[in-house]
Structures are given as C-alpha cells and as structure tokens.
C-alpha cells in the first residue's frame, strides 16, 4: 500500500504564475493554503499467486480501480465486484463498527465459555438455556442432551452465528459458523477478522473439545 496526495487547486482567478508560486510554496511547507486544499488517498495494491492483481485508489470521498492486472483481468467484467467496492467495502472503510464488533464478539465468547463450562461440569446439556448461560441472545434448536445440537446467537433478535455440537471419536467438540444472513449487522460481525479467528484456522472451521 502507498499512500499518494490530491491537491486541489482554487483557480477560478488564478493566473499561471500565481499557480507556480502557490505550488512553490507547498513545495517548500508541504501544508494547506487558502487556496490549495490536500486530500491524502491511499492505493492498495493486491496480489494474488504473487503476481499483481488490481490497484485501488482510497480515500474519504471515493473508492476507484486504478489499475486490473491482466493475472485478475476477469475483474474488469465483474460488476458485483464494483458493487462491493463501491458499498460494503467502502461503508467499512468509512465508518468504525470496532465497538460494535468487540462487544458481540465479548457476548459470543462469554456465550462459548458458559456452554463449554456446563458440559464439562455434567457432561451433559441442557434444553433450559438461561442454566447453561444468562445471555439473552441465544436460541436452542434441536439440542439433544447427550449427542449435541445447535445453539444459535442472536443479533438483531435474528439467528446470526451457529453454536454446532457434534460428538467426534467420542469427544465432544464445538463448531462456530457464521449463518448466512442479509443482516447489515450480522454480517459485519461473520466478516470480521475478530470472528473468523473465533471461527476459522487456516480456511478451516476450528473444534473446540468439551471434555
């Protein structure tokens, strides 16, 4: 990534040598003016296979393709592609969900942690929930005492996240997932590096083991 800087110039009464001198004197203080306003973008640049894929300009105001690779040059056509780019990418860039993040993934984990806790204690489950956690924002479906089930985790009162207990070589062992949702929020937290770490292990979902 590079950062690269826009300077805008005021011209409407401009000559060209006060273009020069204003430009002079950037030159020389490398800050704003009255007429001369700076915009910092940054150009990402991504790989794919180790060989250039795509440039991408970013800033506060927009995000454009630079540049396609001819290694990535499917993207050219690709208008979903600059769908994304264009909203959920930039909606992310823009605005900071990191509260919001943290504080699922908090719920989540204490949610994880009560569930894992209870079997261990019993070796069992339970179908009365607020026994295994007192979080408010779990719903069982299909949970069998001894076999395991799912248990989901709620956000926006709508099923977002898979708590999925199966009994593997006798162990029984706890999956997160991310649930397909066309929830804003739902898939702001199942695409967050905060949650794939929870959920993934190298493209993997993990196991977590209960006894």
């Known amino acids: ?23 002079n004197d950037f030159a020389f203080e490398k800050k704003e003016s009255k007429n001369l306003n700076i915009v910092e973008s940054r150009v990402l640049t991504l790989k794919k296979d180790n060989q250039k894929c795509l440039e991408i300009l970013l800033n506060d105001k927009e995000v454009r393709i630079l540049n396609i690779f001819e290694y990535c040059e499917n993207l050219s056509k690709n208008s979903a592609f600059k769908a994304y780019l264009e909203n959920e990418f930039f909606d992310l860039y823009k ?3 990191s509260e919001f993040i943290n504080l699922q993934i908090k719920n989540l984990q204490r949610a994880m942690q ?28 299909n949970l069998d005492k001894k076999e395991g089930g799912n248990i989901y985790f709620l956000v926006e009162n709508r099923a977002c996240v898979e708590l999925s207990f199966l009994r593997i070589n006798e162990k029984m062992a706890m999956f997160v997932k991310a649930l397909k949702s066309n929830e804003k929020n739902c898939q702001i937290l199942t695409n967050s590096p905060s949650f794939k770490q929870l959920s993934l292990i190298k493209d993997e979902v993990k196991s977590y083991i209960l006894d």
């Open 1 to 23: 990534m590079r950062i690269i800087f826009f300077l805008f110039f005021m011209i409407l009464s401009l000559g060209a040598n006060e273009i020069y001198s204003i430009l």
């Open 95 to 97: 605005n900071d969900y």
């Open 114 to 141: 009560d569930i894992m806790l209870y079997y261990k204690l019993h070796l069992t489950f339970t179908n009365d929930l607020k026994t295994m956690s007192k979080l408010d924002n779990l719903k069982l479906e």
